[in-house]
């Protein structure tokens, strides 16, 4: 989708003025929901002037000259103002869906410009334009919107941002939503090739199925083995040539569809497992805003893709592998599958990289769901600065994450007589156990992060479909990273 996005000083009607955040002046006279009649003449329609029950949230709509035009109050609690500029977008997008629109504020923040952009993207992404099968369909593009405001000069570079960010979200919905018989690991390696290809900043290599093997990647095969699908491990590298530092490394879980395996899961609600690989499709995302924005930073992704399917030679509950680094581990349950992909996937990028962090992204447990619902994202990590670090980004974006404890006490829970690890230890503490499970395959106190996004990777019910989070928090983070 292409989004036509500006920002300008001058409003693109002279006649409309800003004077404060909460109210404009016309021709010099303060403009009320009463007006004089010549004034009526020249604003063609005044759709109704609308206050919300908080000081300074309200926001005139009118047409001028076909163009919709909205001057909204500059709320200072950014979550306010994300709510508000999200419901006035959507009223925008139903009541002026083909009109150039210009939203008007005197002086505007970087954090509330990027929730403009946001809620413009919210606003006219549609699941089923995007994916009626039945039919080619072209996309619509979004008209033209233009962001007025005093300090615009100071928000170029923050409008780019936040247009790579979502690029980003489009590209990893569009993937995440698509049926799970398309969207394949194979379809994801050619994703991947496809955001490297005109870009020189960016390497992708894909390794096969006997490559995989050759690594001693067994845990990650294990899960692998009922599926006809064939496994694929993905590493994406951007690193501009002048950049030195060591990478920051995503790992995402690619699960193409997860049907729990022989520990088969409920039939309702299944075909929302096509989202199990949305820690895959936001690593995807990420490096599609990276190579639009092409950032002073050096960043690698590794998706370990793969099926985890039902069939006479699929991994048994009891089963015991081997996995790249050493350990051994009993598989108890087989729709624990996402730790027995991860746990090859983080060690082979401490092989290939000396990472300065790794953060993998994983829609990993329902226990998460419990813990957290669906408005934070899990956090587990092992390093109080990469932890603070992305705090304070997802704060940032509106993308927030909740730190969770991986406390020793913990790994007892993962304790077996028959291997060095169980892969689940049981029904309490679940998300916590996983990422202490995790926890087991990171070498020398390298700094590390799990995000469990199993909670708000995407949305069920009528409005189903991705996400696209916590792309805006990692972008953010990286971006951080990327000035210090």
């Not at 979550?79 to 925008?92: E, G, P, Q, R, Y």
């Amino acid at each position: 989708m292409y989004y036509n996005i500006s920002i300008n000083k001058k409003p693109s009607d002279s006649s409309v003025i800003v004077t404060s955040t909460s109210s404009i002046k016309f021709k010099d006279k303060p403009l009320t929901k009463v007006l004089v009649k010549d004034e009526i003449k020249q604003l063609h329609k005044i759709a109704e002037l609308q206050s919300f029950e908080a000081k300074e949230k309200t926001y005139l709509q009118a047409t001028i000259n076909s163009k919709a035009i909205f001057v909204l109050g500059n709320d200072e609690n950014i979550k306010d103002f994300a709510s508000n500029i999200k419901t006035v977008l959507s009223l925008v997008n139903k009541t002026y869906n083909n009109q150039s629109v210009n939203i008007v504020f005197d002086n505007l923040e970087k954090n509330k410009l990027h929730q403009i952009i946001i809620a413009w993207h919210q606003a006219h992404y549609d699941v089923h334009d995007r994916h009626l099968l039945k039919k080619e369909q072209k996309v619509k593009n979004p008209p033209h919107l233009n962001i007025v405001a005093e300090n615009a000069s100071d928000l170029q570079e923050q409008l780019s941002i936040s247009i790579a960010c979502v690029a980003g979200m489009d590209l990893a919905k569009d993937i995440a939503n698509l049926p799970a018989n398309i969207a394949t690991p194979t379809f994801l390696a050619e994703t991947a090739q496809t955001i490297a290809k005109n870009n020189s900043d960016i390497i992708v290599k894909i390794l096969e199925k006997k490559q995989i093997e050759s690594l001693g990647m067994n845990s990650f095969l294990a899960v692998a083995k009922g599926s006809t699908e064939i496994p694929k491990l993905i590493t994406l590298e951007y690193k501009p040539k002048k950049n030195k530092d060591q990478p920051i490394v995503l790992v995402g879980k690619g699960i193409t569809f997860d049907s729990g395996g022989i520990s088969l899961k409920p039939g309702e609600s299944m075909d929302e497992m096509k989202y199990d690989m949305c820690g895959a499709t936001t690593v995807l995302g990420i490096f599609n805003a990276l190579a639009i924005l092409k950032p002073n930073i050096h960043v690698v992704g590794v998706i370990a893709s793969c099926e985890n399917m039902p069939a006479g030679n699929a991994v048994k509950p009891g089963d015991v592998v081997k996995t790249m680094n050493g350990l051994t581990v009993e598989i108890l349950n087989t729709d624990a599958e996402g730790r027995l992909i991860l746990c090859d996937a983080l060690t082979y990028c401490q092989k290939i990289t000396k990472p300065k962090a790794i953060i993998d992204i994983a829609t990993l447990t329902g226990a998460c769901i419990i813990a957290l619902g669906h408005h934070h994202s899990g956090l587990f990590s092992n390093n109080e600065q990469l932890s603070a670090d992305l705090e304070q980004a997802g704060k940032a974006a509106l993308d927030t994450v909740w730190r969770m404890p991986i406390d020793c006490e913990y790994q007892e829970q993962l304790k077996t007589n028959f291997a060095d690890l169980a892969n689940i230890g049981g029904r309490p503490a679940g998300s916590i156990t996983a990422a202490c499970f995790l926890h087991n395959f990171i070498e020398n106190d390298t700094p590390w992060a799990h995000l469990d996004i199993a909670g708000t990777a995407w949305i069920s019910g009528k409005n189903k479909g991705a996400s696209a989070r916590p792309i805006g928090l990692l972008l953010e983070f990286l971006l951080n990273q990327n000035s210090k």
